[in-house]
């Protein structure tokens, strides 16, 4: 495994420096704080240590305090924090809210600014209602020094379309997005990428790998379907994705999953989570290595390019 120190580049129009991967704190794993809390410092920590300098964690994952407290002597300027507001299920948020829950990130994070913080998981039916109510308090917040770029997520589970963030790249408002793409839904290079480098937006990949990527009956699963609905044809769903695993393409699913998001041009961070340090160390060499092949790329895009309603999940 390549022990070489991740990449930077620029995150958008914010003009930050970060790695081209990031520590997610959220998913499945939360940084595997259910383990304990050193577990979790370590990982955070290990992660640093390769060169990852941009760490993405919400209200809502419960993994701020632990992140706070890893990078407790790490000097502020050497490290982009990434936190989220919840925007519970667009129920109209009150500017106390707002500001409340971000003195409280504050406080976990053990931080006087966040450098990105966004509003989590917005479904499109919510867009309108938040960005009327929440903008004008988050850039009040910014004003204060609080807040240094604004951010979306988008709730890609229920919006594997990307319709909210859609609506959300007409205004101008938003520094950084964040985003659902893999190689099972490529949707986001035409709807979402093309627009954001337009407006030279900051891009956060997520979905890379989940489940469907990562284990074999999951992704039967989910090609079984796809020929039941004849988007695929029985044969593609029998030989699945073996065509990427072995001789000179990928040492695993996974890893040509991270290499197709990581070379996609307008991806700038991808994110990945875990609460393991072998496992981390794997995936930061893979988001390191090479593109996959012309050849390869033109398979996948053949195969799932017209779809947009997965998420990998």
Known sequence: MSLQAIEHGVLGRTGLKVSIAGLGAGGDSRLGLSRGEPNAIRVVQVALDRGVNFFDTAEAYGTEEVIGLALREVPRDRVVLSTKKTTNGGRALEAKEITSSLEASLKRLRTDYVDVYHLHGVAPGDYDALRERAVPVLLELRQQGKIRFLGITEKFAVDPGHRMLSAALD???????????????????????ARARARHIGTLIMFAVRRALSRPERLREVLTELAERREITPGQAEEGLSFLVGGDVAASLPDAAYRYCRHEPGADVILTGTGSEAHLLENLASIQRADLPGEIRARLAELFGHLDHLSGH
């Open 171 to 193: 205004d101008d408002v938003w520094d950084v997005i964040m985003v659902g793409f893999n190689l099972l839904n490529q949707s986001a290079r035409e709807r979402v990428f």
